[in-house]
């Protein structure tokens, strides 16, 4: 199962030896929006140099895999990057952040002007 994110290299850390035949190294994206979002990456083996290339506050697309795993009664999950590559230069239209708030209330009316008017005889409803 794969997936892509686009979103702000927020930090990139160093390569760490796990054993002396397995590399990892993680990074962490922001997302944009209303609700910014920090969501952490693990590379492994020969592509650990993928993120070499990018600067930290660079827009970037991540590539990835969703990988889960037990260990002794416990559960843990790895978002596992395969591929990174600079993002388009136009951010994605539907963010959170794209949606504009709804209107204010017409003058003198409160948001809840329909139902605290006692006017409950259309109101179909047991509650």
Do not use: H, N
């Given at each position: 199962m794969s997936f892509e994110i686009e979103g702000i290299l927020h930090k990139k850390y160093d390569t760490e030896s796990k054993t002396d035949s397995f590399k990892t190294r993680e990074f962490v994206?922001?997302?944009?929006?209303?609700?910014?979002?920090?969501?952490?990456?693990?590379?492994?083996?020969?592509?650990?140099?993928?993120?070499?290339?990018?600067?930290?506050?660079?827009?970037?697309?991540?590539?990835?895999?969703?990988?889960?795993?037990?260990?002794?009664?416990?559960?843990?999950?790895n978002l596992n990057a395969w591929r990174v590559d600079k993002a388009s230069a136009v951010a994605p239209a539907n963010t959170y952040g794209d949606i504009p708030p709804p209107p204010p209330p017409p003058e003198g009316q409160s948001d809840f002007t329909e139902f605290s008017s006692g006017n409950m005889a259309d109101d179909d409803l047991p509650f």
């Open positions: 994206i922001s997302t944009e929006g209303m609700y910014p979002q920090y969501v952490k990456f693990q590379l492994t083996q020969d592509k650990c140099s993928a993120i070499d290339s990018f600067q930290e506050g660079e827009r970037i697309k991540v590539s990835f895999d969703l990988r889960g795993r037990e260990w002794q009664g416990k559960y843990f999950t």
